[in-house]
């Protein structure tokens, strides 16, 4: 099939572009980009010198194909409504933030800008797989995720369909690597302030606080969720804090996560008792789609700490909205996503 | 004054021996090291080339001097017991752990190991000055600090002080810098493995609790403490969410903290609307003795979050035991910690 | 076919794991490790966790394959010579150094150690497929590769080919990332150490410049070979500046490199006027097995700096490898090693 | 006296401040900036938080004051001319590049741009105590000096002064933190293009190999000066490749760098034959008015390598301006420049 990606010459944009250049099922048709219209895709995505000839074109001279896939917020389809671009492609997976949320109240609560009409909100499937694999298939409208929501999500998805009750918010510290910022240099992303940086620039209620609270059926006061930015390019490393109303054993835990991700292909559970690698840790997902979720227990039972890990360019967008273009036409799931990640990286 | 460093070829000694160098009312009178002795001090403390011709003594030289700085875990003062140094000098400064915590029991269930006798724990003074100025005049026996108590202490303080109840335990999160894990190559601190990592090494239960727990008249129980590693060398950054039984304004809580720190040398209160500084971050704080402390209040006014950012080896060891050291003999509490720390870096 | 690695707990073994498990036309068979013997391998590999149940086995329990790959000096096989390696497959590609140098005395001149025999050295073919190609195929014994040689190779070659004089020895500047060490813990790649680190650690004469006089056939006298750590886990950097007997045009050096590397799979020329990534940088090569090469020349057209960018586990070393080993039996060179990095990282 | 610093919202600037307000005999009177007038120095400079209370003033706000320093390209002084600086002071430092280069026909060939008027040239002094300590006394106008040229030219003084003769051009490597490129961010300092590069920027013809020429009184010809960019924020690392035209030995070489630089507080010699730390790193070196030099010489006595390191806000501009602001003054020298560097860091 025919996909072309509209803002690609972003960080997003280039992951879409590497992963569909190596997607069997996939023909890489068009790359739009409003600002490096003309210019070898591979200018700016230096990656892929030798793997593509394409050069982006501008929004408006998307042809009609089979699918296209918005990168995120560094090139929004300027110029391109989602109607233009449902008129050129049966299936469009939208990686920015405006299909997330159901609700237009909850959008413009969050950001404080104009939402997409309600019929469009109820046409969009949430693209993550594990939550709605049934909807998508076939689905011709799909949002991308948070970054972080992706982690959080899949690492409280077992407590929250067991219904394990907490007895104060689940405390999210969610750690951003630089990429997630977008390819758009500003101060804060400027290498001598970022570098080696610990900064916490949302200290509560992150945006991506409410795609989670959305996908486990919570109210967004059941979170308490803070960003912090840390040395790192790629990758997203969530902790969550849980204070449970009754105690559990560690088997509990364990038993749960295995039976939720026993069938899914890109969750992985990632909890030993020792080790430098017990824990998730984003620094050998880079590349991948993988999520890798895992716990720990202290002795009362009653403190239970939940752990996720994954690549932002990945299961965080990219990654993840090649998976959800797989669900939705019927491929295996895992085609073009089967990058195993470095180590040491 | 003369003084002398116990285990001076680690990170805390090396910074002990930098601050002595420039202490203006103290004389750096040997450095003890059982593995370099003989070599000079510059050989593992490069930066000191052309301050000092000192060469590492054996513990068994070490000669009476007017005061002993123990540096901590790397090189504990072998061969030389607590009575051996109280022998040589009538003041002793140990940056390790093991007078840090009041009584035996709770030693051992922290550290797993034998205490010193609870006579020596009675005898000797937690060593930050913020909490017990008045007990470090003329003290004999000072205990070091846990470098991530500092910041979480510091960060809780005023709200310990004030009262505030919680409804549920601080949740801590502690990251560190490599140099905090000391001198001593392993798996952990390899650089391949450590480069970038955000590993969370202590889900729950980091030893520093107890310090904190200790310092604010608090069960340990109310804290859950965790503690990552993440990319830098030196600096602590902490995060503390509080969750509080009564709401509060923005107000109050910067009055609160103030209040607390107004008369504090090495406290600075760090809690801007916006800006890309605006909250505590150790980036900025390598070679000081400054504590930068911060806090963020939700719209419910429930919702606290605390900040803390030092510089491990700085305010969070060797600095702190300057600064000890100073207050025991009578000094200024500032002499020899005036550096202002570098900005970029 | 089946194909074993010996020595597979470090960081080129667990490369040749990860590309073996996604090469499609080899099965892994064994994982050697004598430390790690009975652990899975996924223990010390994280990144394979899900990929591979293997466990490592003990190198006597080496059965028989098709083809033993032994990675480099992090384990060598132990209790394993070459004769029993031998003995185990028809094709034995050694990614260590012992059979790199043609000769025992220039072998024993660098390294300061006794040799394999002249006739082992004899039977085995360097295993740069872009220098012996025809020799590799069907060979029985494969030398691996020098991790900065390559790079300094097929930046130099095409001047070596085409016989363009120096006035004086090239200058090669070979800049290290952290795991071109190995994986054993010691001070220099201790984090608090090594992290931005700039460390000439070979100020002249390193041992890679044996491998790349004997590849271009000249004197080692003719280059300057000094080697540098810098901050990065993966990738080398090589420059080589060279001083001509006779001016050049930039296009003519185009040509050259145009024509020396038209039918290589793995060598793209990287030599823009402008932009960002305009000239080779290991940033964007980790994980692939391509060597980028670039060059810069000066206005008089005598002063021309060549440049060249690998990963030091792919292209450097087990990548290589992988390449010489289907070269030796008749693959599609590219087969399992299509992998295009990713950018930014 | 009462200095003040042009154009202090930029690293230089920072660190202007940041050495004024430590610096025992100087009081700073004002810092302009055209874009940050009226905000508090320490919203942009957060280390100095609780140094100074001083705002930014616009640069016509300027008084006369007995010294002004001008910080470099970042905000040069807008609006302010030479003579306007001259008449608001006795003493201008200028760390810009506009008087670096002693004649105008040098300067239009290397920054392509018109330069000051000759008879400025000629009042102005190179300002590097090293070379000029007589000319700076009582000079009124002071240039900058280039960050990469002071290393260069400490590495190469004591051959260019003993006459040694080179065999061809010496090849010199400056490997550049990121904080080289000024505070404005651009997409070259965005931390996911900047983060671990290992970037050849100038690959020949650096424009600093102008000051050095001048310095050396070389030719420009004499050198080959390339510029890479490595992952560091603070720091210059500078390999100079020579062959000379007579054998020289270790001994030899190591009195000819002790004799040149005997007397001088800020170049340490560091040049030994192991360890670590034999040779300079920048690592431990920020903050600090050092410039550590070193060298290794071949078995053959004809190959040379020399090192040198600093901090490029240091001795690199800020530092050195505050050194040749001492001796125009006739203060000592080291007046506040006395910190000794942080290990590890």
Not at 12 to 17: A, D, F, I, K, M
Not at 44 to 67: I, S
Request: hydrophobic fraction near 40%; charged fraction near 20%.
């Amino acid at each position: 099939m025919r996909v072309s990606v509209v803002g690609g010459a972003g960080y997003v944009g280039g992951e879409l572009v590497r992963l569909l250049l190596g997607h069997p099922e996939c023909q890489l048709a068009q790359v739009t980009s409003a600002s490096h219209r003309g210019k070898p895709v591979t200018m700016v995505h230096p990656n892929l010198r030798g793997f593509t000839d394409l050069r982006f074109v501008a929004p408006p001279d998307l042809e009609r194909c089979d699918a296209v896939v918005v990168a995120g917020a560094d090139e929004p389809g300027q110029g391109l409504s989602l109607d233009d671009l449902r008129g050129r492609a049966p299936l469009v997976v939208d990686c920015g933030t405006r299909l997330r949320l159901r609700h237009q109240a909850t959008f413009r609560q969050w950001y404080g800008t104009e939402s997409e009409p309600q019929s469009v909100l109820d046409a969009a499937v949430y693209g993550l797989p594990e939550l709605h694999r049934a909807g998508l298939a076939g689905a011709p409208l799909i949002s991308g995720v948070g970054c972080s929501a992706v982690g959080t999500i899949l690492a409280l998805l077992p407590l929250a369909r067991a219904g394990w009750a907490l007895t104060s918010p689940a405390c999210v510290e969610a750690r951003f690597g630089s990429s997630a910022g977008g390819s758009q240099p500003d101060l804060g992303s400027h290498h001598p302030e970022r570098s080696r940086a610990v900064r916490v620039f949302a200290p509560e209620g992150h945006r991506h606080a409410a795609e989670v609270a959305q996908a486990l059926g919570w109210s967004s006061e059941q979170l308490s969720y803070a960003g912090v930015a840390v040395e790192m390019v790629r990758g997203i490393s969530i902790s969550v804090r849980c204070f449970l109303a009754e105690a559990v054993t560690e088997r509990e835990v364990r038993e749960l996560f295995r039976a939720t991700y026993a069938d899914e292909p890109f969750v992985r559970l990632v909890a030993q008792r020792s080790g430098l690698h017990r824990l998730p840790d984003p620094r050998w997902l880079s590349g991948t789609n993988l999520c890798d979720v895992g716990f720990s227990l202290d002795r009362s039972g009653l403190r239970l700490s939940l752990f996720a890990a994954l690549d932002n360019l990945g299961k965080g967008s990219a990654g993840n909205a090649i998976q959800a273009l797989n669900c939705a036409t019927g491929m295996d799931e895992r085609t073009g996503l089967t990058f195993t990640g470095l180590h040491p990286l």
